[in-house]
C-alpha cells in the first residue's frame, strides 16, 4: 500500500468541510481521496469505522454492526438505508459515517389515505381511546387487532386511527426490534445474525426498500442478471404477491433493497425454510400492507437468520446454494418476473 504523503491541509476549516463531505461518499470514492494526504486518510479511517459499527446509520433503535471473520477487502456493505418502504428512487446520496451531525435522523411519517364509506364520509380505523385495554396485555376490542402470530396477515393500528403513535398496537412500525450483526461468510456474502435470544413469534423487522412498479421490476431483474454473470454481484430484489379476497387477483408487491434498503437485506436462503417467516401486516390508513418478518422458532444469540426464497426453479444459470441444510438442493430460488 502506497503511504499518504504529508498535506497542507491544517486549515480547521476546511478540515470541517471535510469531515461534513467525505460521508457522503461511496467506498471507491473515500478510497481515491484517502491516498491524497494524510489528514484525508485520517478522516476517511474514522469515517470506515464509524460505518462498520453501524450499517442504520443510527435510523434504527439499536447500531447494527459489521464483522468481518474473513479479513477479505469487504470491511462493510454500502448501500442507502431506508427503515421503511420508499418511492424515493431519486435518492442519490446518503451522510454515512461522520462525526459532525449528531442528531439521530427521524422515521419517515406514514402519509394516511382517507378511507369513505358509501356516502363518503371519513371512516376511522378505530376510535379506542387505549387499543391495548385497560390492564396488561392487548384488549381484544380494538377493531384494528389483527391476527397475532405465524398466520399470513396482519393489522396494526396506523395513521387512520384515533389512537396515537405510541398506541401498543403498532408493533411493527417502530423499526428493528431485536440486537443483530452483519457478519461476512467467504461463500455467502453477508449474513445476518441474531445478536440476542429471539423467541418463538417474535416480530423482528420488515423488508424495507424501493417500492417498483412491476414493469421497473422487470427491467431491474434483467440488468441485475448481467451484473451477476460479469462477476460477484448480490442483489435484492423481493417480489411478493397478497391474494385477494376474490381469489381471483392478486396484489403484487416489487421491493427492491438492492439499493436502498434496511437490514433485511442480509437475510440469506435456506432450502429448509429457515428460522423466520413472513406475514403482510397492514395498518389502518396506509394503502400497501408490509412485509415483516417473524421468528418462527425460538433462535439463539449467534445463529444465522434465514427464510426460503421460494420455490427451486432449475436454471441453466442459476446460482449456488451453501445453505448447508441437510434438504439443501444445490441452486438458489430465482424469481420469474
Ligand atoms: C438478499 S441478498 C442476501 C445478502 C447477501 N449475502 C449480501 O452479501 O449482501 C441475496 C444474495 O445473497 C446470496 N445468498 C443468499 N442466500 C444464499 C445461499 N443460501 N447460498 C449462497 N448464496 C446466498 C446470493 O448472492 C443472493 O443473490
Not at 461463500?187 to 417474535?202: E, N, S
Not at 406475514?279 to 434465514?306: M, W
Amino acid at each position: 500500500m502506497v503511504e499518504p504523503k504529508e498535506c497542507n491541509f491544517n486549515d480547521p476549516l476546511l478540515l470541517q468541510c471535510a469531515d461534513l463531505i467525505l460521508p457522503y461518499l461511496t467506498p471507491p470514492e473515500l478510497a481515491n481521496i484517502s491516498i491524497t494526504c494524510k489528514s484525508l486518510f485520517n478522516i476517511s479511517t474514522s469515517i470506515t469505522l464509524l460505518r462498520i459499527s453501524d450499517a442504520s446509520r443510527t435510523f434504527e433503535n439499536l447500531p447494527i454492526p459489521f464483522l468481518n471473520p474473513t479479513l477479505d477487502h469487504h470491511p462493510y456493505s454500502y448501500f442507502l438505508y431506508t427503515p421503511s418502504l420508499t418511492l424515493a428512487s431519486n435518492l442519490q446520496r446518503q451522510f454515512w459515517g461522520g462525526t459532525s451531525v449528531i442528531s439521530r435522523p427521524s422515521r419517515p411519517v406514514l402519509e394516511p389515505v382517507s378511507v369513505v364509506d358509501e356516502f363518503g364520509r371519513k371512516v376511522w380505523g378505530c376510535v379506542c381511546e387505549d387499543c391495548g385495554g385497560s390492564g396488561s396485555g392487548l384488549g381484544s376490542e380494538c377493531g384494528c387487532l389483527g391476527l397475532d402470530g405465524l398466520g399470513e396477515l396482519g393489522s396494526e393500528c396506523g395513521p387512520g386511527c384515533l389512537c396515537g403513535p405510541e398506541c401498543v398496537n403498532r408493533f411493527t412500525q417502530n423499526g428493528v426490534a431485536v440486537r443483530l450483526k452483519i457478519v461476512r461468510d467467504r461463500r455467502k456474502g453477508w449474513c445476518l445474525y441474531a445478536d440476542q435470544f429471539i423467541r418463538k413469534g417474535q416480530f423482528l423487522f420488515e423488508y424495507a426498500g424501493e417500492l417498483l412498479t412491476t414493469k421497473e421490476a422487470q427491467r431491474r431483474h434483467q440488468h441485475y442478471d448481467e451484473l451477476r454473470s460479469h462477476g460477484c454481484f448480490s442483489s435484492a430484489l423481493l417480489v411478493v404477491r397478497e391474494h385477494l379476497p376474490s381469489g381471483k387477483a392478486c396484489l403484487r408487491l416489487n421491493i427492491d433493497a438492492t439499493r436502498i434498503g434496511n437490514v433485511a437485506r442480509f437475510v440469506n436462503h435456506s432450502c429448509d425454510g429457515g428460522n423466520l417467516s413472513t406475514k403482510l401486516v397492514r395498518s389502518s390508513g396506509v394503502l400497501l400492507p408490509r412485509l415483516c418478518f417473524y421468528a418462527l422458532k425460538d433462535i439463539q444469540e449467534d445463529e444465522e437468520l434465514t427464510f426460503s426464497y421460494g420455490e427451486i426453479r432449475k436454471r441453466a444459470d442459476g446460482l449456488p446454494c451453501f445453505c448447508n441444510s441437510s434438504s439443501c438442493f444445490g441452486i438458489l430460488p430465482s424469481e420469474d418476473t
